[in-house]
């Protein structure tokens, strides 16, 4: 089972998503997420991969370049703390060849209203 978190960087807010259909990513996806009313410029799609992340609510995500890795950094501020934070990173640059590493401090999104 893959998860995803969709992210609106503008909002610094995410919405968890499981169980997608094979189909989700086909067409206007973005219609299909709980940001549908929201402007699409900010929006991305991360996948959770299980060996990537330190529990529900921090994980990283990464693309090579030529002197390692660069990695995001994923947390639901309200539920990890910077310490936490701190020594995933840490323990990700002592077993993996970081280069660079950038860190999304994110809400849980809700409806407005909520």
Known sequence: MRNYWLINH???????IHNIE???FDGDWKEKTP???????DLDCQTV???????EYLFYSYDLCR???RVGVF?????????EVN?????LRRKQDVAFSKNYSLKLYTQKGE
């Open 49 to 55: 991969w299980p060996d990537q992340k330190a529990n």
């Open 10 to 16: 503008r909002t610094k807010q995410y919405a968890p």
């Open 35 to 41: 940001f549908a009313t929201e402007d699409y410029i």
């Open 87 to 91: 020594s995933f990173i840490s323990t």
């Open 75 to 83: 947390y639901d501020e309200d539920r990890v703390s910077k310490e």
């Open 22 to 24: 094979n189909d989700f």
């Open 67 to 69: 002197d390692g890795m």
